[in-house]
């Protein structure tokens, strides 16, 4: 079972529109957590990174959250535009003995944004 | 740009063969990622080096091997290719060996596809 499990799987939305993206994980312990956006045939670029002690976080229209207690984040896109169509990641850093600083990577959510 | 080259950018193999892929980090990053990511899947991390040193190790197969050389190029071999090989290959280099919250920046990736 993957430790980091993301929703929804894809994502439509009209240019202009607001949206919200969801990580749950079960990795621990847990050092911190990063949102990256992937554009088709492209390598991750990093959005945010949050330790555990860091509840919010933003990027310009980019705003993540983490709640380490639920284990949950999401992120949220304001005001979409269409550049912003692309994959999503979730990717939670943790792990302890040979596995500590190892990056454990969602499926993403694949959004699209239509003019 | 995120100062990771890769080469090739595109490859094509038939079945049995090896190829070796080759990653630069950025000037500086001791630390050198391997991806395979599939048509439609999540990111796979395959095999971490830190400053020469093989550091952790992700779902890589047996006929795949790694090293990160002086100059802290890192060369990705794969042998015995199969047809389910076929995929985005990325590297990617930070500056510390994983457990800190420095970036971790990809390069363009290399597309191989097995014939």
């Known amino acids: 079972k993957n430790q980091v499990e993301q929703s929804p799987q894809s994502l439509i939305i009209l240019e202009g529109k607001n949206c919200t993206l969801q990580c749950n994980y079960t990795v621990s312990p847990f050092s911190n957590l990063r949102w990256y956006k992937q554009d088709t045939g492209r390598g991750p670029v990093s959005l945010t990174i949050?330790?555990?002690?860091?509840n919010t976080k933003s990027n310009g229209r980019y705003t993540a959250t983490l709640d380490a207690d639920t284990k949950q984040s999401s992120l949220h896109i304001t005001a979409s535009q269409l550049s912003d169509s692309a994959s999503y990641i979730c990717v939670v850093s943790g792990g302890r003995g040979s596995t500590l600083g190892r990056l454990y990577f969602g499926r993403g959510t694949q959004l699209t944004v239509w003019p | 740009d995120s100062g990771v080259t890769q080469t090739p950018k595109h490859l094509i193999t038939a079945t049995g063969q090896r190829v070796t892929l080759r990653c630069s980090p950025r000037?500086?990053?001791?630390?050198v990622y391997w991806y395979q990511q599939s048509l439609d899947q999540g990111l796979q991390f395959l095999i971490q080096?830190?400053?020469?040193?093989?550091?952790a190790k992700g779902n890589i197969l047996e006929r795949f091997s790694a090293q990160q050389f002086p100059d802290l190029h890192s060369e990705l071999n794969l042998s015995s290719l199969e047809l389910g090989d076929s995929a985005l290959y990325f590297c990617?280099?930070?500056?510390?060996?994983?457990?800190?919250?420095?970036?971790?920046?990809f390069g363009p990736g290399t597309r191989l596809t097995v014939t």
């Open positions: 000037s500086g990053d001791l630390s």
């Open positions: 080096y830190y400053n020469g040193e093989e550091r």
């Open positions: 949050m330790t555990f002690s860091e």
């Open positions: 990617a280099s930070s500056v510390d060996s994983g457990q800190g919250t420095y970036e971790q920046y």
